[in-house]
C-alpha cells in the first residue's frame, strides 16, 4: 500500500524497514532447515506394515 501512495512511512519510533524485519525474524534464526529425505526412506518410515495374524 505503500508503493501505492495510500500509506506514508516517516520511519518514527518504529525504525527503519529493515530494523522492523530484523527484529521479527530473529527468534526464528535459531531454527534450519529439515535434512532431504529421500522417497524411500520417507516410504519406509511412514508405512505400517500389516498385521500378521
Known amino acids: 500500500m505503500r ?3 495510500v500509506l ?3 520511519g518514527g ?6 530494523l522492523r524485519y530484523e527484529r521479527r ?3 526464528f ?3 534450519s532447515t529439515p535434512p532431504v ?3 524411500g526412506q520417507f516410504i519406509a ?3 505400517v ?3 500378521i495374524t
Do not use: C, I, K
Not at 13 to 18: A, I, R, V
Open 3 to 5: 508503493g501505492g501512495g
Open 8 to 10: 506514508e512511512y516517516s
Open 13 to 18: 519510533e518504529l525504525g527503519s524497514d529493515q
Open 25 to 27: 525474524f530473529a527468534p
Open 29 to 31: 534464526s535459531v531454527f
Open 37 to 39: 529425505v529421500r522417497y
Open 45 to 47: 518410515m511412514t508405512t
Open 49 to 51: 506394515p500389516p498385521h
